[in-house]
């Protein structure tokens, strides 16, 4: 069977394997649809010859050996989880074309010196606790014993042990954290989540940085007073002050760093949510992305102007206070080169991207080099029952990552 053809079988095989729900695949970790997917890809990397195993936390490993045991390893993979009312490619392509890469290298009769891991990871997801990159964090090590019994389940409040002893797990994390272990590379292969490798024509990205997330908290105060009777010219309208703000913000994020930064506010809330009050409070939430800490900054000092000017013209006062606040985490320039030369190799089109979503490459990228390798999403959607990756462009990505494997099996470990 052509790897493409194998791609989309196991593909398809998954996307049937999900909890009933309105539209799409469902597949949350620590569930028994989890446990089956699982057992789905497991069986397909031991018909290839890989020597499967899951960890405590439930990640799930295929290894093929290399010629020398010993060598640092190539790790590859992504996650196997999925939101609600999902697809069935994010997370889950990256394993089905390492996994396939893996089938190439078995089936070429040349085996690699160095031991190549397919690794499927579990809870990348914030679904079942709204904690995300539970799997990589737990092997990378920032996270332990004490998120067990720290992270509840959203819908049934269980810790995170008592969910993964229900699973059929020990409920510990013995053997998890891969922490000084010497590794060569980790390379995930994921799908691009936004539209610039369609748009442009392009098969292959090669991603440079992974951008940072800023969040900032925005209380707007306002006045409450009778909707009919206070004129346009007099009130202090918290829910207009608010808008005022956002519209300031993306407008000059789009003409400024289009395609560099995004500004979004996702969440608002108006108070005291009458229909016959105007508000006298308004909270909500912008989220800053970028690989570049001046634009991000620039950003923020441009929040901080605007809403002096929002409070004069509305008659409000504006409270800003900045929540969490991560660095942009840049991919190993070597594995960059790899993969862009494995593209040229091929006669495959690239371009090198940032990635504006958070992937457990960046956790993996505190303790390996690590490289990320995108294909094209139709429409640039995902989180959706119709994101789709085209099956040639799944086969250029399995291709993509065979020969960055070769190329650093070939390299020495100095
Ligand atoms: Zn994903």
Avoid at 122 to 128: A, K, S
Avoid at 211 to 237: E, F, K, L, Q
Avoid at 274 to 289: A, K, Q, V, Y
Wanted: net charge negative.
């Amino acid at each position: 069977m052509a790897k493409q053809e194998r791609i989309v079988e196991d593909i398809e095989a998954l996307r049937r394997i999900t909890q009933p729900c309105a539209c799409g695949t469902q597949r949350p970790s620590y569930t028994p649809e989890y446990r089956r997917g699982v057992e789905y890809v497991r069986r397909r990397m031991e018909a290839f010859g890989l020597k499967t195993r899951e960890d405590n936390a439930g990640n799930l490993y295929g290894l093929l050996e290399g010629r020398q045991p010993d060598a640092p390893k190539l790790i590859s993979g992504s996650h196997l989880d999925s939101v609600k009312c999902s697809g069935a490619y994010d997370g889950i392509a990256g394993v089905l074309c390492a996994l396939e890469a893996a089938r190439m290298i078995v089936e070429s009769g040349v085996p690699l010196r160095r031991p190549l891991e397919v690794l499927g990871t579990i809870g990348e997801e914030g679904t079942r606790f709204g904690q995300a990159l539970i799997g990589s964090q737990l092997i990378e090590g920032s996270w332990g014993e004490e998120q067990l019994d720290a992270f509840h389940g959203l819908e049934d409040g269980l810790s995170l042990r008592q969910t993964m002893r229900a699973y059929g797990l020990p409920g510990n994390v013995e053997g998890v954290c891969r922490r000084g272990e010497r590794v060569k590379a980790f390379v995930e292969l994921h799908a691009e989540q936004g539209p610039v490798l369609e748009d442009a024509g392009l098969s292959i990205g090669v991603v440079e940085n992974i951008v940072a997330i800023s969040w900032m908290y925005i209380t707007v105060h306002g006045m409450a007073s009778h909707p009919g009777t206070i004129p346009m010219s007099v009130r202090r309208d918290a829910c207009v002050g608010a808008c005022r703000l956002v519209c300031a913000v993306t407008d000059y994020a789009r003409e400024r760093y289009d395609g560099e930064a995004t500004v979004t506010a996702g969440k608002m809330e108006v108070f005291p949510g009458n229909t016959n009050c105007i508000p006298s409070r308004c909270d909500l939430t912008l989220d800053i992305r970028t690989c570049s800490g001046a634009y991000r900054d620039d950003l923020v000092r441009f929040i901080r102007e605007k809403k002096a000017e929002v409070e004069r013209e509305c008659r409000v006062e504006i409270e800003v206070r900045e929540g969490m606040r991560q660095a942009p985490t840049a991919l190993d320039a070597g594995i960059q080169q790899c993969i862009e030369d494995s593209c040229r190799k091929l006669g495959y089109s690239w371009r090198r991207m940032n990635s504006g979503a958070g992937h457990d490459a960046m956790i993996f990228s505190r303790i390996w080099p690590t490289g990320m390798v995108f294909v094209p999403s139709r429409g640039g959607l995902t989180h959706h029952p119709d994101e789709f990756v085209p099956p040639e462009e799944l086969a250029k990505g399995a291709d993509v990552l065979y020969e960055t494997f070769r190329a650093l099996d070939a390299q020495s470990d100095g």
